[in-house]
């Protein structure tokens, strides 16, 4: 076990992206470098690819030393194609746990001294055993020396070090900001260190339908690696609408806007509709209100009736209609005595077609294609509330 800050480092001391993984393996062991072995040489094919890198002299060139039988032989041919990228590697750990097993070096919460920091448990349960917290440190110096633009997170124990979460399911490719500890570091323009979460590659070579995912979250750190800053895209949405916004929203559209729609459900009934004709002029329109007696949004029966006929003028009028799991919604929409018109596209379908390995969730759509938060992490909700594709 080494605790030297950047004795076992691969890159530029200052790089644009800083990849941080979990621990070492064997050939890690070996060698004293990160990303060495099998899963280093199948992270390198997938940095290629996702960086364009494929018709790269010095990218080939470490590609083309790649050795079963000596994994260091190809170490020096990678170090220029980091340099002049920005990229560089460490671990969380500088040590190869016990059968490549962090709950081989994790205790139970009750085996804790009183002085054991406020973080949360490391796997399942346990908690990193006290003899091995100096890795943070080590790993908090490396990364306030470096600044980089952006640290990717590979893996679960990378997320429990930077993000004080093992939800790697959940938060893979939504941009976020270092916490606990590593929230005081500023990055390279003073703006709070960003990261991205991604899957480890050594889960790729047990769950190789992940790879096109993993590739996909690291196109998107070549890009995020340019600015130090978190950039969302402005979004406009009125929530919780009266008849007047609804009506003011119909009045905006044009005969040139997609109509982009969706519908939430509880218990077999419509809670809201959501409409959007860009993505900074969206309206809610809500229909359910559990803390009122009657249940309804609207305060007399008349005002639900109209507002039920303007979300039915905006459904059935000719702008083109763009779901996500369509199927799912307009069968409420059926139910309630509408009949959408010029339904165009679905964006769960489309996604299907291109990528038919893949999950079709809205959460995960988002975090392919946009820059939005994990959304689904914002709000707690009971099961029913949440749509099928979601």
Request: with cysteine.
């Amino acid at each position: 076990m080494t605790l030297d800050p950047f004795s076992a480092w691969a890159g530029p001391h200052h790089p644009q992206i800083l990849f941080v993984g979990e621990a070492w393996g064997e050939q890690e062991d070996y060698t004293k470098q990160p990303f060495v072995g099998t899963s280093g040489k199948e992270f390198w094919k997938m940095l290629g690819r996702a960086f364009r890198a494929e018709d790269d002299p010095s990218w080939l060139a470490a590609r083309s030393h790649f050795s079963y039988e000596d994994h260091a032989e190809w170490l020096p041919y990678r170090k220029d194609w980091m340099e002049a990228k920005g990229l560089a590697f460490t671990n969380v750990l500088n040590f190869r746990p016990p059968s490549n097993k962090i709950a081989n070096i994790s205790v139970k919460r009750d085996e804790l001294p009183a002085t054991y920091p406020s973080i949360p448990s490391i796997d399942r349960g346990l908690y990193l055993h006290p003899q091995y917290l100096p890795e943070l440190d080590r790993l908090e110096e490396e990364v306030r020396e470096a600044r980089p633009n952006l640290i990717v997170a590979l893996g679960n124990t990378a997320c429990w070090a930077l993000l004080q979460t093992t939800s790697i399911g959940s938060i893979r490719g939504a941009i976020t900001q270092c916490r606990g500890r590593f929230a005081a570091i500023n990055g390279s323009a003073g703006s709070p260190l960003k990261v991205l979460p991604a899957w480890h590659p050594a889960s790729i070579i047990y769950q190789w339908k992940q790879r096109p995912v993993l590739i996909a979250d690291l196109g998107k750190a070549e890009l995020e690696g340019k600015f130090p800053e978190i950039r969302r895209p402005k979004r406009g949405v009125l929530v919780d609408a009266l008849l007047s916004d609804i009506i003011n929203f119909t009045s905006r559209m044009t005969p040139l806007d997609t109509l982009s729609v969706d519908v939430e459900t509880r218990g077999g009934q419509i809670t809201c509709i959501g409409f959007a004709r860009r993505r900074d002029d969206a309206i809610v329109v809500p229909f359910a209100d559990s803390g009122k007696e009657d249940g309804s949004y609207w305060q007399t029966p008349l005002d639900e009736i109209a507002a039920w006929n303007l979300v039915e003028a905006l459904l059935v009028g000719p702008w083109p209609k763009l779901f996500q799991n369509g199927l799912y919604d307009i069968q409420y929409i059926l139910r309630a005595g509408i009949r959408p018109q010029n339904c165009l596209h679905d964006t769960m379908l489309y996604h299907h077609a291109m990528w038919p390995e893949m999950r079709k969730n809205l959460g995960f759509l988002g975090s392919i294609y946009t820059n939005e938060p994990a959304w689904k992490l914002m709000r707690r909700a009971k099961t029913d509330t949440v749509k099928r594709d979601e």
